[in-house]
Structure formats: C-alpha cells, structure tokens
C-alpha cells in the first residue's frame, strides 16, 4: 500500500518539474509574439507618418512652384513697368540731352503753315520772310562737350535781342563754359558764345535762364519778339531741337562726328496752352500740348505771330495714365531777368492775329479760252 501511495507523489512532482520548464517558454514566446506586434506596429505607423511626410512634400513642392510662377509673373510685370519708365524718363523734358541713350520715335510734327511776324522794334530792320523762316534764323541748338569729360550736351535757345541768345541755365551749367557753342542753318557752322549771366541753382519752380554773347559775325540774325500776351487756348508753336528728333537726323550725327559744316533741320511742334498757371515759388508758367522733349530746354514758345510767349523749360509725365504735361516760363520772368542784366527788349501787345496767305497769282488763260 505504501508502494501505491508513492506512485501519485512521483507524478506530482514529474508534474511540477514540466510546468516550471513551461513556464520560460511561454514567456518567449509571449515576448517574441509582443515584439513581433511592437515592430509590426512601428512599422506601420512609420510608413503612415512618411506618407504624410510624403503628402505634404508634394503639397509644398505644388505651392513652391505656384509661388515661383507667381513670381516670375511678377518679376516680369516688374520688368515691362521698368522698362516703360525707362522709356518715359528717355523722353523726359527739359535736361541737356544725352546721346549715349537708346533711340527713340520721333513724335509726329503737326505741319505748320506760314503766317505773319511780329512787329519789328524800333531800330531793327523788318525780317522779310515766313513765320517758319523766321524760326529757323533765329533758333539755335546749344551745344558743348560736358566739363566732366562724360560726352556732349545740347538744348535749344533763341535770339532775344541783337547778339543775344536766351537758353535754359540747367542747359549750359553742367558744360564746359569754355567751349559752348550755338549753331543752325543761318550760321552754317558752330560759333563759340561766352555765357554772360545765368539765374542761380536751376530747378523746377524757379527762374532758369541763361544769356550767351553771339560773335560779331553772327549779330546779324534777327530776334524774336517777347509778348506777356498769354491765355488758355491759345495757339503756340514749340521750336527747337529735341533729342528724340536729333537721334534720328544724319546732320546732327555727323555735327558730333566732326563736321562742322552738317546742321540738323529745327523740329517745330504746335499746340494749344492748357492753363496760366502760378506755381508755389510764384513763377507763372504755361502748361501747353506742344510736344517737346529733351534737347528742346531754353527753346521758344511762339503764338502764330512769332512772339515769344514763354521759354520750354521742364515737363510732367504720368506713367500710369500715359499723361504728358509740357511747360514753358512765361515771358514776364524772362523779361524780369533781361532788364537785371540789361538788356532791352519790347513788349509786344495786343492779340495776335495772324495776316491771311496770300492766293498764288492765277494762271493766265490759255489764248482762245473765254474770258
């Protein structure tokens, strides 16, 4: 019985010994289970967070590129209003002109027909001719090498009285006072002038004026006459010699090459005045339509009668709206001016009305045509 008894002992502990030796492996195996959902579940969201890093590389890459093509966009609106500023400051008013620049159009010249002249002052001969004619006499360009050895500069200016030539002081202050020379098809050739005054520190909304001595040679060109007689609507003619012209003219090119003897033809633009207009500083100025441009600084403004009734001067230029203001100092300032520095000079009044063109003569009848 005792024998029987030992037996279920045995299997009892036979028992224990396989469940302790269970137990170790169970635990790998659960570790092994648990690892395996661990590295599954890493894996898993691993791919999950690099296709959301994924995603959200494209969808900033797709924005990069629409923010580049909208800069590029930009940049080249950018580019074209430059460019078109560019173009706008070229043909800007009233600076001493540059002809290292680009070319540029020739504005469209309204033809002018002749008219009738001022009356002549006393102690001066009457000028026999056309309106054109006397323009083109009494006209000059403005000319010299820059003192700062840059290149050449030019502009306009007019005769006002004998041997005295009326320009812009921006036009020949930055020039060589050395070598300033005025020339136009009357003269033929370049001659030297001596600058006699100037108003100081030329800018817009002061006085800018500047008086040459002609030569004894060329004292024989005729002046223009100077009227205070002025209003809105009233017909005016802009002479001159603008850089926007001169580029394109093969005289003025081989003027600056060296031959003397080539002049340019004078530019003529008419219009109406816009306005009597007083600035702040209290110049009275005359905003007009004549097309003017660079080069045409210290040119006359004529009624149809040939008085000068202001001197080109500066200019406005709205590149937005395309708005392009011309403006010429009226002649009471240049009158204030001449007397300070002595020259005479009459003022003409009265309208301006210009004689009628007188009918060609007709041509004689044919013989045997009925009278």
């Not at 019985?1 to 036979?14: D, F, N």
């Not at 173009?87 to 620049?101: I, K, N, T, W």
């Not at 050895?149 to 041997?163: D, E, I, K, L, N």
């Amino acid at each position: 019985m005792a024998a029987a008894a030992a037996a279920p002992v045995a299997a009892r502990a036979t028992s224990s010994a396989w469940n302790w030796w269970l137990l170790p492996i169970g635990v790998l195996v659960a570790l092994i289970f648990l690892g395996l959902g661990f590295w599954l579940g890493w894996r898993l969201i691993s791919e999950r967070i690099a296709d959301q890093r994924l995603v959200a590389h494209v969808a900033d890459s797709s924005r990069i590129d629409e923010q580049i093509i909208r800069q590029r966009q930009t940049n080249e609106a950018i580019q074209r209003e430059i460019e078109q500023a560019r173009q706008a400051l070229q043909g800007d008013v009233c600076r001493p002109g540059d002809f290292g620049l680009s070319p540029l159009t020739p504005p469209q010249i309204t033809p002018m027909q002749p008219s009738s002249l001022p009356p002549t002052p006393q102690g001066q001969q009457a000028f026999q001719g056309t309106l054109i004619e006397l323009l083109d006499q009494a006209t000059v360009l403005v000319l010299g090498p820059l003192a700062n050895g840059q290149g050449v500069g030019t502009g306009t200016g007019f005769v006002v009285a004998p041997g005295v030539v009326v320009t812009n002081a921006h036009v020949v202050a930055p020039l060589d006072p050395a070598r300033v020379y005025v020339v136009n098809r009357r003269l033929g050739r370049p001659v030297t002038v001596q600058v006699m005054a100037q108003t100081p520190e030329p800018a817009p909304g002061k006085p800018d004026f500047a008086l040459l001595r002609l030569p004894a040679e060329a004292t024989a060109l005729s002046p223009l006459g100077l009227t205070r007689v002025a209003s809105r609507l009233d017909p005016v003619i802009a002479a001159g010699f603008p850089q926007a012209i001169m580029q394109t003219d093969a005289n003025f090119q081989a003027l600056l090459d060296g031959n003397i003897r080539s002049v340019p033809e004078l530019a003529v633009t008419d219009g109406l005045v816009s306005a009597v207009q007083n600035l702040p500083s209290g110049l009275t100025v005359l905003p007009h339509t004549a097309a003017i441009s660079r080069g045409n600084s210290g040119g006359p403004l004529v009624d149809r009668c040939g008085r000068v009734v202001g001197v080109n001067t500066f200019g406005f230029f709205n590149a937005e709206q395309g708005e392009r203001v011309s403006y010429a100092q009226k002649v009471d300032s240049l009158m204030t001016f001449l007397q300070a520095n002595n020259v005479n000079v009459a003022d003409l009044t009265g309208a301006c009305q210009p004689a009628p063109i007188a009918a060609p003569p007709a041509a004689p009848a044919a013989a045997g045509a009925p009278a």
